[in-house]
């Protein structure tokens, strides 16, 4: 497995992660500052993966 490869894999388990943690935090009312923080890190690594994703796409693999 590539460095390339690994580096998003591991973006996109930090976002299902984030999902996961946001949807908990809303649905038990555990913290609705938790769960805004949980949903806008996974809007960011969103579009850092994205950005990410197309930046190296011309990388030798």
Do not use: D, N, P
């Not at 649905?27 to 930046?55: C, D, E, P, Q």
């Amino acid at each position: 497995m590539s460095l390339r490869a690994f580096h998003i894999l591991f973006i996109l388990l930090s976002v299902i992660l984030c999902v996961v943690c946001s949807y908990w935090a809303f649905a038990t009312g555990a913290g609705f500052y938790f769960g805004i923080g949980s949903a806008l890190s996974g809007v960011i690594l969103t579009v850092y993966g994205v950005r990410f994703v197309s930046k190296t796409r011309g990388v030798i693999r």
